[in-house]
């Protein structure tokens, strides 16, 4: 650690980023930002090259939703990001939030810097932290020095004690920040201190306690159904103005539900005003905040010692919630060191930790929770004040659980061993990787593992995902797949499939027919609706409501552009044997490719039309969709959900263009 000249120690963090400046007589100094030292980590692109950051961001995103990142630092996984029309590096992103915070200590220092410290989180891997150093280099702090965020807070924590003490034992850091919970234990040694274990959970913070009042606003209004769609789903830009003053009026009650017994929440375009009390408030929250606990009382369990002082450190911005404190002390038997301005305490810890930090001795992770239930209440032991039981920590050499952070390290892994690290790492974490898996590798893995265990695997894919690898699978290993799933779960897959198939395994399988004895549905409108496209003929039923299916005969190497002239003719899908007109299959097609990856071969007629009936000469379906795509994605919400008109797929609208390229490659080429 350098003593001499302006220090720099940035926390780059999912909602906020924090920067403290270190003069050369040691005074620490938080950066502002719009005269507030927290500065928010969304990135929006307008056009062109130029990104916007900070709260600059947020006030362009209420006119272009679809060019606006509000978390870059969860999206470090992927290499680009679509914004608006244009694909940017992820490194970019990182970079440009980065920038303000070299800018402003510049400005400040008015000389070069001496040292420059950028914080992750104690779980990230090389790969993570590699994107991370070539984004402070792009941000103008080359050089600068990667350290875990638990690493800074004990340093900072370090600090408080009163000289000639000195720590010993363990160090509790507990991690509630805006978007995600992270809890590791450190141990003091001679050298300083050391990471033993790190667990964490990718759903819960202080955004999702804002969540918490926003649903409870909705429950309290629910009378106002127009009113609350026009908040969730706003078209317009009085309506994003309105959602984003909604969403800041409930951040302000959490952070008065702190100190006070109550708050008011004014509900834009609804117009009322509401009171929301902090027992209503803990009582919405217990449950996430009591799994928290849970994982926190799990790893003190297994790593520290029975007679090893332990102590416990809240950091975070949602950290003062005072729920949270109170379930800990009940839990642990231990009291928490809690600051006043937590959020700080990470940047502040990276300027006083040392420069050489021992590497982590162990990453343990608890186990994650049962599949099937969004918040699983807490253990009895967590009730009230209990003892703590006693811990057994497995010495380091002691650990057999493989553990893979990356792709390529799971990869690598036998199929068996592979499964043991996806099921026995946290829930989110687990779900995050298998993501960025080659699906032939996740069939690999889904194939090899025991029915015992299928169903939590099944559960950690996304549904559309694992509707089309079950879709692939025979009719025996497809049923016990979705048997080994929880009935919700077993749903929301079946929707993702076709048609016939999501029947034949979601009831009772049925027979196939001779495709001279399939009846085709009855058209909703009488079938002689006008004149067809070949001129003098009329669109005409065969006798019993069914079409002459003695004219359709298998053909091979089905053209999707020969299908669009076929017209009125009737063809079949060899797929899920439906019969259809030849109009229709080029749609038809797409929905089986929004499931799997294989063409769809199809028998029918093929007859070129005659030039008098030939279609007008149209604009490509593909840029056509893209089109749609867009303007639907312009009239959504960046963080409200939509349905991919391809695989039935729930994601974000600021999502939607993404999804469709990278999971059916419907709107480019590539």
Not at 227 to 232: A, Q, S
Not at 559 to 578: F, K, L, N, P, Y
Not at 643 to 651: E, F, L, Q, S
Request: glycine share 6%; charged share 20%; with cysteine.
């Amino acid at each position: 650690m350098s003593t001499s000249g302006y220090r720099l120690g940035i926390d780059f963090g999912t909602s906020t980023t924090v920067a403290i400046l270190a003069s050369p007589d040691g005074r620490l100094r938080p950066l502002l930002f719009d005269a507030t030292p927290l500065m928010p980590s969304a990135v929006f692109c307008g056009g062109g090259d130029d990104l916007s950051v900070g709260a600059d961001a947020l006030r362009a995103a209420m006119s272009g939703p679809a060019g606006f990142e509000p978390n870059p630092k969860q999206r470090v996984d992927e290499g680009t990001v679509l914004l608006g029309e244009r694909e940017h590096r992820v490194v970019e992103l990182i970079a440009a939030v980065l920038r303000p915070c070299a800018r402003e200590a510049f400005a400040v220092a008015k000389t070069p810097l001496t040292e420059v410290v950028v914080t992750h989180p104690a779980a990230w891997g090389p790969a993570r932290c590699a994107v991370l150093r070539e984004a402070a280099s792009r941000a103008g702090l080359a050089g600068a020095r990667m350290m875990p965020e638990p690493v800074a807070a004990a340093a900072y924590f370090a600090s408080l004690v009163q000289p000639p003490s000195r720590p010993s034992g363990c160090l509790l850091v507990y991690d509630l920040g805006a978007g995600t919970f992270d809890v590791s234990v450190l141990r003091w040694t001679a050298d300083g201190f050391r990471i033993v274990a790190v667990d964490g959970l990718d759903d819960v913070g202080g955004l999702y306690l804002d969540a918490v009042i926003v649903e409870h606003a909705a429950a309290q209004t629910a009378d106002a159904r127009d009113e609350w769609r026009r908040l969730r789903q706003p078209e317009t830009y009085p309506d994003r103005q309105a959602r984003q003053a909604l969403w800041q009026g409930a951040r302000a009650a959490k952070e008065l539900l702190s100190r006070n017994a109550q708050a008011e929440l004014y509900v834009p375009i609804v117009g009322r005003s509401l009171h929301v009390t902090r027992e209503e408030f803990e009582a919405a929250i217990r449950g996430p905040l009591s799994t928290t606990v849970a994982l926190t009382t799990e790893l003190r369990r297994r790593v520290v010692a029975a007679e090893e002082q332990a102590e416990l450190m809240l950091i975070g911005g949602a950290s003062r919630t005072p729920l949270a404190a109170t379930l800990l002390l009940r839990a642990l038997q231990i009291a928490p060191t809690v600051v006043d301005q937590p959020e700080l305490v990470v940047a502040e810890g990276a300027l006083l930790a040392p420069a050489d930090i021992p590497p982590p001795v162990a990453a343990v992770h608890t186990l994650p929770p049962p599949v099937g239930t969004a918040w699983p209440p807490p253990e009895p032991r967590f009730r009230g004040v209990a003892a703590v039981p006693p811990p057994t920590p497995p010495a380091p050499t002691q650990v057999d659980r493989p553990t893979a952070d990356e792709p390529s390290q799971l990869t690598a892994l036998p199929t068996e061993q592979a499964t043991t690290v996806l099921l026995t790492m946290p829930t989110a974490k687990a779900a995050r990787l298998i993501s960025r898996l080659p699906t032939a590798v996740v069939e690999r893995i889904v194939a090899a593992t025991d029915p015992a265990r299928l169903g939590r695997l099944l559960a950690l894919l996304r549904p559309f995902r694992a509707a089309g690898i079950i879709s692939r699978m025979d009719d025996g290993q497809a049923l016990v797949a979705l048997r080994s799933l929880p009935p919700e779960r077993t749903t929301e897959v079946l929707d993702r499939m076709p048609g016939p198939r999501a029947v034949q395994l979601g009831r009772k399988p049925v027979a196939r027919q001779p495709i001279a004895q399939q009846p085709v549905p009855r058209p909703r409108k009488p079938l002689a609706v006008g004149p067809s496209t070949a001129p003098g003929r009329a669109l005409t039923a065969a006798p019993g409501g069914s079409a002459p299916l003695a004219d359709v005969t298998a053909v091979s190497g089905y053209d999707r552009t020969e299908a669009r002239g076929s017209g009125d003719s009737w063809v079949r899908c060899e797929r899920c044997d439906i019969v259809m007109k030849g109009r229709s299959l080029s749609r038809h097609i797409d929905k089986h490719d929004a499931t799997s990856p294989r063409p769809a071969t199809l028998t029918g007629p093929i007859v070129p039309p005659s030039p008098s009936s030939a279609p007008a000469p149209t604009a490509p379906a593909m840029s056509l969709r893209r089109d749609e795509l867009r303007q639907r994605v312009r009239a959504g919400t960046p963080d409200e959900f939509t349905t991919c008109p391809a695989c039935r797929a729930k994601v974000k609208y600021k999502n939607l263009l993404r999804h469709v390229d990278r999971e059916h490659h419907a709107t480019t080429a590539r």
